[in-house]
């Protein structure tokens, strides 16, 4: 969430410079991302007047322009923007300003007139990413003044993470609050702590049309504020039915607060003023229309969503509810969506207007030329929304705040404060706010018992009864003391506070870390034992680097549909409440993540990709969930890096038997290379090549996957290069101990050894049964040459052996070593239906 330091200040005394403040707070538990200026360096920009606009005579797009900088005489400019016009105020670049980008503002000549600096528009000052025109300044801008300063620009900007148990401070309020329990100090004048009770009520289905003030408890500053009356100059002379919405609260327990107001008359394409721009740009939001404007403005500086609809698009009441069974709703991106029974939904007499607390619907979305508005600001249980967007992809800056809970009694102070904002530049007419609600549904906040005994236990350190006490009134807590400790009743908007030891936190963080001193350890510290052929991760990772691989780290959750098309008979493990509906459900292989990662580096251009993750995949056997140390790679692309010693038309690409190396690489590092077989599957997996596949064993128990992904799928995923890919089981590289050998001082003899046998028997199988036949005696088997040819039947193909024997205590003689080949040839014969060839 981005936090303008000035906007803060606006609300609490801040006795730190932004960097200390982000700092504090990071130590508090908002965590600073990053600390950024308000708007890029630039100098000698002053606010001007343009005093006239006429044609350039060479040109029909320039305007020579006569500009009041403030003292001396006016300056001439050539100015080729559309909305350059006499009354204007803008923003001048004097000549020697220095604009962002490098760029030097000179004296120069357009087609033959003279032109004293530019006026400039905020895509150029570095205020907005695209603009359509010079910037515009409202009427009271002082011309003269230098723009930086009129317009606060030398502020700084805190991009602060705040976690998901804490939609209490996902706005400028929320922040200040936490600055001012850090500080000790009150929130500024009427921004002083918000209500803790509403002096109103209502049944579930009444529309209340009432003037409301808010009333503040326990030892907190009270402020008043009273809602619009007939009286006051935005409210229309009298209430009428035609003036007000009716609501009707079906899902009381998902929607017990709803406050609504019909405004009237609002001129939509009206500017918003500079500063509520401003402020929005700081705080990553884009400026639209001022009713829209309002609405965000309000819930960045309270917290609470707010929502606007075309009212003479409403048909009839306003009715929430839960939607139907596969119930339509076409939203404000264009987008429809069905809704199940468990989604909650805004509707009026002719269908769904809105996703409650997601996004509102297109049918009844203000536009520049809506007059009359129907302001919603309503108070959903985060039980109700949370979830809910991500089954669609959504994630908005209303469904943030209200699964993870908004202020309940916030509700009427942000219709006040949206509609003092709108009357002030858009005008308007509003009838009296109505409040819809459920009073026996309202949520409530039960007190929570914090034992000082427990506090020091949990902490290690005990602090003073009034340090403790002082700290949680500071977060607008109530706190009664007992003889245990305390008994404390968090405030409205704090849903994270249910058990003790979220009070522990609460006096910890505030108080500071760095208070609790550092002591030695109670316990002694026991290493875990560390087996030795357990393989080390960083041998692992290392010689994968090695041969040109690249880690990756991915969700360990994933598309179902990739997924099932991977593996279409092996079951996932479905999430109750997604992130999003691609990343839905438990990864059965590394191999969905890292298909994603290679597509997404291929989009990017990058045709060489080596990929390797070590991580976990979740496989259910039996009923039981289980956690399998898995490493996996993907290489698609040439063979070789481009270079000069291999033309580009000889760029071969990646095979089966490259990726087969890399891993035979690997498992070298085991110590037990020979214990590992690669062998081709009886049945292979759906997503690899039928011919390009192979089941890696070692010592006869399977230990993982190779091969080429199926042509289908290479074409179906818009691959340029067929990808291959491996995947290891991390416990079946256990490291074999290395055992003492002693090296024969006796000569080898070798003999080669020409083998036909048919082309399905693999070279593994026939190494296999040779090492079996020759007993110890053979100390090295080398196959160098495969021929297939005249003299060699049809289906069958010659296999040439290099056989290397030694004895540790002899030398072997002729006699020795012909009865080996023998026995050899023997077993071939009946084994594999071998023919030796002469």
């Given at each position: ?9 606006d ?11 982000g700092s ?25 007047e ?10 029909d ?9 403030g ?11 559309a ?8 923003a ?58 009129y ?6 900007i ?15 309020l ?41 009333e503040?408890t326990?030892?907190?500053e ?19 039915a035609k ?64 929502h ?45 207007v ?14 520049d ?7 919603e600001?309503a ?6 929304i ?5 089954r ?9 705040r ?31 706010v ?23 236990r ?28 305390w ?7 704090r ?5 003790e030891?979220?009070?522990i936190?609460?006096?910890a963080r505030?108080?500071?870390?760095q ?31 090695m ?65 390797f ?20 790679g993907?290489?698609?692309g ?18 089966f ?9 690997l ?8 214990s ?18 192979a089941r ?14 199926h ?42 050894l ?17 090492v ?6 053979l ?13 060699v039947?049809?289906?069958r ?17 002729d ?8 026995s ?15």
């Open positions: 969430m981005k936090v303008p330091y000035s906007w803060l200040a609300w609490v005394d801040i006795p730190w410079d932004a960097a200390e403040l504090r707070l990071t130590l508090a538990g908002f965590e600073l991302d990053a600390l950024e200026p308000a708007a890029p360096e630039f100098s000698g920009v002053v606010v001007a343009i005093l006239s606009a006429e044609r350039h005579p060479q040109a797009k320039l305007q020579v322009c006569q500009v009041a900088v003292s001396g005489e006016p300056v001439q400019i050539v100015c080729g923007a909305n350059a016009r006499a009354g204007l105020k803008s001048l670049a004097v000549v020697g300003a220095k604009l962002p980008g490098d760029l030097n503002i000179k004296a120069a000549k357009l087609r033959g007139v003279e032109s004293q600096g530019m006026l400039a528009s905020a895509k150029e000052l570095g205020l907005a990413e695209t603009s359509t025109g010079i910037l515009e300044l409202p009427d009271d801008a002082p011309v003269g003044q230098p723009l930086r300063e317009l606060g620009l030398d502020d700084f805190l991009d602060l993470a705040v976690g998901p148990n804490r939609g209490d401070a996902m706005s400028i929320g922040i200040a609050r936490e600055v001012a329990a850090l500080t000790g100090k009150a929130l500024k004048g009427s921004h002083a702590a918000p209500p803790l009770s509403v002096r109103v009520q209502a049944p579930a289905t009444v529309g209340v049309t009432a003037e409301l003030s808010f503040f326990g030892e907190q009270v402020v008043e504020e009273t809602w619009l009356s007939p009286q006051d100059p935005l409210a229309s002379p009298a209430s009428n003036d007000s919405v009716a609501v009707n609260l079906d899902a009381p327990s998902a929607c017990p607060t709803f406050v609504g107001c019909v405004i009237r008359g609002v001129n939509n394409r009206s500017a918003t003023p500079a500063w509520l721009r401003e402020r929005l740009r700081r705080a990553g939001v884009r400026s639209i229309s001022p009713v829209v404007d309002v609405t965000n403005y309000v819930m960045l500086e309270l917290g609470q969503p707010m606007a609809y075309d009212l003479r698009k409403l048909r009839g009441d306003i009715r929430v509810r839960m939607a139907r069974a596969g119930e339509p709703i076409t939203l404000l991106d264009g987008r429809t969506v069905e809704a199940g029974p468990d989604v909650l939904l805004i509707t009026d007499d002719d269908g769904p809105g996703l409650a607390g997601i996004m509102g619907g297109q049918r009844t979305s203000v536009s030329d809506t007059t009359d508005v129907f302001l600001v108070y959903f249980s985060p039980q109700a949370a979830g809910r967007a991500r669609w992809g959504l994630v908005t800056d209303a469904s943030q209200y699964e993870r809970g908004v202020d309940p009694t916030l509700q009427q102070r942000a219709m006040d404060k949206a509609l003092t904002l709108l009357r002030s530049f858009a005008g308007g007419t509003a009838s009296q109505s409040v819809t609600q459920s009073a026996e549904h309202q949520p409530a906040r039960k007190p929570v018992q914090l034992r000082r005994s427990r506090l020091e949990l902490l290690g350190v005990g602090f003073a009864d009034e340090q403790v006490a002082a700290t949680l009134s500071a977060l607008q807590m109530k706190v009664v003391a007992n003889a245990e400790g008994l404390i009743t968090p405030p409205a908007h849903f994270d506070i249910t058990i030891p979220d009070l936190e609460e006096v505030i108080i500071g870390y208070a609790i001193p550092e002591s030695d350890a109670i316990g002694p510290h026991r290493f875990r034992p560390s087996p030795e052929e357990k393989p080390a991760e960083p041998v692992i990772l290392e010689a994968l680097c041969r040109g691989y690249q880690e990756a780290i991915t969700f360990a959750f994933v598309d179902p549909a990739l997924q099932k098309r991977l593996f279409p008979d092996t079951e996932g493990l479905p999430l109750a409440n997604p992130i999003a509906s691609d990343l839905s459900v438990m990864r059965v292989s590394l191999w969905p993540g890292l298909i994603r990662a290679a597509q997404e580096n291929q989009r990017r251009q990058q045709d060489r990709i080596r990929l993750e070590h991580g976990a995949k979740f496989a259910v056997v039996d009923g039981a969930l289980r956690e399998i140390d898995t490493l996996a993907v290489a698609t040439p063979r070789l890096p481009e270079q000069w010693g291999v033309a580009p038309v000889g760029r071969v690409p990646v095979d038997y490259d990726v087969k190396g890399d891993l035979e690489a498992i070298t590092a085991t110590g037990s290379s020979d590992f077989v690669f062998e081709a599957p009886a049945t292979p997996l759906a997503c690899l090549h039928p011919g390009r596949a890696i064993l070692r010592q006869g128990r399977e230990a993982g996957w190779l091969g080429e992904l042509p289908l799928l290479v074409k179906e995923l818009d691959f340029t290069y067929t990808p291959v890919l491996f995947e290891l089981d991390v416990d079946a590289l256990a490291v074999e101990k290395p055992l003492y050998r002693e090296i024969s001082r006796f000569p080898h003899v070798r003999r080669d020409a083998v036909v046998v048919d082309e399905t028997v693999a070279l593994s199988a026939l190494a296999e049964r040779v079996l036949a020759a007993s110890s005696l100390c090295d088997l080398r196959i160098f040459d495969v021929y297939r040819g005249p003299g039947e049809a289906g193909k010659s296999v040439a052996l290099g056989l290397i024997f030694q004895d540790i205590s002899r030398t072997l003689t006699d020795d070593v012909e009865r080996l080949m023998a050899i040839s023997a077993d071939l014969r009946v084994s594999l239906n071998a023919r030796i060839r002469e």
